[in-house]
């Protein structure tokens, strides 16, 4: 079975550009999660999607928005790139696991902002 | 507050022998959930073990087994038979709230192990 895909694998964008990463979940899960890691810090959670619907939302500003579309697969914008947006963004999609749900996370885009 | 605490930067271990990293939590919630993930250098968070607060047994799989002390709040990961491609960063992590209503993964700082041949 495919396992959590992302693109672009690398990005590099100016500062106050806007960028769309893309996350496809693994078959048959119905939830997506967006995560943003810094270089030397574990991820910090940006959004959640559960059946299309914006379910929960870390502390982000308001230049980062995501949504799900009908297939599960998602999309995170991010308007007015900042420096300090430089990050790997790691999608997560979230299933039935051997003894509950558990969070599985596709190879992450790095994105670089000059 | 931080709710995940990996009180280790960095540790060696030599190769064949077993180490444990540690994990140290903090939630009033009576249900919860905690992961240990490995990131590599290539940066994909790979899932390694899971235990829920309501197990009354420690989770394994294969060399991975979760020494759970919940009055502790304690989730340390043991890996035994250290193996060169053990060599990465690993994550504790709790989930907070459900999945299905804005549940997520709040991260610890991670832990770096080195392997030694």
């Known amino acids: 079975d495919a396992g959590v895909t992302q693109s672009p694998t690398h990005l590099i964008k100016t500062r106050g550009q806007h960028v769309t990463l893309r996350c496809s979940p693994i078959s048959g899960h119905k939830s997506v999660s967006w995560y943003q890691q810094v270089l030397g810090q574990g991820p910090q959670f940006i959004f959640q999607y559960y059946e299309k619907e914006e379910r929960g939302r870390g502390n982000f500003p308001d230049r980062f928005s995501a949504r799900q579309f009908p297939n599960y697969s998602s999309e995170l914008n991010v308007n007015a790139l900042l420096l300090g947006d430089s990050a790997l963004y790691l999608c997560?999609?979230?299933?039935?696991?051997?003894?509950?749900?558990?969070?599985?996370f596709g190879p992450g885009t790095r994105l670089t902002v000059t | 507050a931080q709710k995940i605490t990996q009180t280790q930067p960095g540790m060696f271990v030599q190769e064949k022998e077993a180490v444990t990293l540690d994990c140290t939590y903090d939630t009033s919630d009576p249900s919860y959930g905690l992961f240990w993930y490995k990131q590599p250098s290539s940066g994909e968070m790979i899932f390694l073990i899971y235990q829920g607060s309501y197990d009354q047994q420690n989770a394994t799989e294969g060399r991975y087994s979760l020494n759970f002390q919940k009055a502790r709040k304690s989730a340390n990961l043991v890996i035994s038979a250290s193996q060169l491609g053990d060599s990465a960063m690993y994550f504790c992590a709790m989930r907070e709230g459900s999945w299905n209503q804005g549940g997520k993964l709040i991260f610890g700082q991670g832990t770096e192990l080195s392997v030694k041949p």
């Open positions: 997560a999609s979230t299933g039935r696991g051997a003894t509950s749900y558990e969070q599985y």
